[in-house]
């Protein structure tokens, strides 16, 4: 069966495509062409976010694909510098509105700190816009809520004095920065973990050891980055705007043999997704 046709299921019920296709760093120009080609390749989980400037033709490029909305899972986030119950709530109904849709599948907290101010303390903030999404998630206007970017520390603030403990924690993982302590941490709460630049933007694919290992089983560097993390039970989020890389990256039915995985586990980051 197709990575493609594969689900994991989030503890509140809902199902989610283990493969989904990210989109940030692609323009909303270059969007549309991009996502239509996704869908009609099989993914149907789709990553955006209203900091990537690109939620309008994300969702025209659903809403053009002739699937029923209820077959293709959509994510998008509330931008990092947005906090507060009020302020939340608003930030939907735009993200809802660029989208073109009724509902949203999966609603993040971007960061727990806006972009510019990185590690400021913003915990009132973010327990007033996750009580606005816990609404909206009671409403039945989101499918599910989670964060990015978010560590330990950040998401017991959540649990601490919030109802509802976030569905995923979607955070920067690849071969060499697989972040161990967090991931645990998220599987104990039963938060599915998903992994944004699962090729490190590129920096992962001139990896030697990585390279020979793609070798063994005749795939490309971004195919075994991609099996590696899928093998570990997380959910990669690759984007490419290149027709074959995006069929590419989603014909990972092989298995890396566990003698491998020790190799690839073995790499030690020397280089940064950003």
């Not at 296709?21 to 270059?30: D, M, V």
């Not at 659903?62 to 608003?90: M, N, Q, W, Y």
């Amino acid at each position: 069966m197709s990575i493609l046709n594969e689900i994991y299921t989030l503890y509140n019920g809902i199902n989610i495509p283990k493969l989904g296709f990210g989109t940030w760093q692609i323009s909303n120009t270059a969007a549309y062409e991009a996502v239509s080609v996704a869908l009609k390749t099989g993914y149907r989980h789709i990553d955006t976010a209203r900091a990537y400037g690109n939620e309008e033709n994300v969702g025209r490029a659903v809403r053009d694909s002739k699937l029923k909305r209820e077959e293709v899972f959509v994510t998008s986030k509330l931008p990092a510098e947005i906090k507060g119950f009020k302020e939340a709530h608003a930030s939907f109904e735009k993200t809802i509105r660029n989208l073109g849709f009724d509902y949203l599948d999966l609603f993040l907290i971007h960061a727990p700190w806006p972009w510019n101010d990185k590690g400021r303390d913003c915990t009132e903030g973010n327990i007033a816009s996750w009580k606005a999404m816990e609404e909206l998630y009671r409403e039945g206007k989101i499918r599910a809520i989670g964060v990015s970017n978010f560590s330990i520390t950040d998401i017991n603030s959540i649990i601490e004095n919030c109802e509802i403990i976030p569905m995923v924690n979607q955070i920067a993982l690849y071969i060499g920065h697989i972040q161990n302590a967090l991931t645990d941490y998220c599987r104990r709460q039963n938060i599915l973990v998903e992994a944004y630049s699962p090729l490190a933007t590129g920096g992962a694919l001139k990896r030697e050891a990585i390279r020979e290992v793609a070798k063994k089983y005749n795939v490309s560097p971004a195919q075994v980055c991609i099996r590696y993390l899928l093998q570990k039970e997380l959910l990669p989020l690759p984007k490419s705007t290149h027709a074959n890389r995006i069929a590419e990256n989603a014909d990972v039915g092989f298995i890396i043999r566990e003698d491998d995985i020790e190799i690839l586990d073995s790499i030690r980051q020397d280089f940064r997704h950003f």
